[in-house]
């Protein structure tokens, strides 16, 4: 039975924006996070580089502020030969609230002259989501 | 009839991460950007601050390079009294090419004791945006 | 005898710019994650939202890439009554190097009609300073 | 007689941080995008990328809050085989008041193995700035 991966981080002063909350691009710079502390768990982390994302979908639910921590929980939506879909949740524990949900499909890829084409993930990369 | 509203910027070298293109949390800064100047244009950029987005979409199609100039284009998809839904796209115009879509849900809100409390939009926010 | 404050990171994809480095203006953003995790560590985070930096020098010696683990540690140069100036340097821990130093200068604020006006310090802002 | 490079920009809400002002990380940002906007003048925007900043200097003397237009103003202090200093002052003209000034030695690098090791900056580079 897969489990989701779990990371904690705390909400800095350059997270925030003028209306005092962590800005939402800087939201999910942090969920990226978490997914790098997940490859670096499975001697993975190489890989990410090759991993731009085709798709990223948030909703805001509470917001993070400065000094709030925070657990950022992902888990293994569909897992493809050239792709995968992760399903995330932000868990604001200072608050006691969920900040934020979402996925995010990353889709591995190979560089030719610049052009970025889609190849098969490593199969370690497919194993480690599997789990996940 | 209502129109897109369009803006032009440049990608820089700060957009981008370790694979050379921009990063996908700053190609959202940069949709942002485009709000704010559509706002500017109309003279409600004070409105900005109380908009926290409550959801945001992308599909990313083709990457961003230092350098690229890149058309965003935003119009509203769904206007109600207290949240706007709008559509955006990013054309690399350097490249030729569609380089993202999605959308945006912005709520109007007050900060009442640190809550964010969702209220009606101004209605010269309302006005614009049926126009845009 | 005063004691230099010291904490670790993780550099992350998100800090990496196009030469797979990261970029200078987020390790100044790590900088002040160390700042603010010493006055958490002293019940002062409150106090960070009214500092804006006066004066930012950094010299960069090693590179940090992604996955690097970081130390940070900063002390106190010049305790003022409404300005602190410290000293920082980074460890880059991955590759036994130091990566970079330099020094902040910090000015206690207070805002009037959207002015910044320098004011004294809170005391046990300036105590604990002193003892880093 | 050398001129200095002049370019401008507006401040957004990404900028900002909890103050409400442009965060001094992102500030530094912007005088960067000046920096790639003269190498792009000159053509030689491909350069920039290894280049990494050896020294970064910044006094900060007035905010810049979002919807300013600032102008960035560069020009040489010292250009030398392998690396340039420049200075830069940012006007926030809106306010009608400097923001900022200070300055950035940038060397040329090339990569070996991962290592950046400092080699002679193109001849056309060495010229542009001498001429700024």
Redesign the interface.
Known sequence: MAMPFEARY?V???H??????A????I??IV??AE??FY?SKGL?HV???L?????????LY?L???DEVLVRIWADEVRRRAVRYRFEILNLTAGRKAAEGHVVAVCVD?EG?E?KAVECPQEFVEAWKEA
Chains 1, 2, 3, 4 share one sequence.
């Open positions: 705390r800095y002063w350059h925030t924006d003028g209306a005092g909350i800005h939402f691009s800087r999910l710079a990226e996070q790098e502390d670096a982390l990410h580089g090759r731009p994302r085709r798709e990223v979908y948030a909703s805001f917001p502020r400065r000094g560089s610049g970025l």
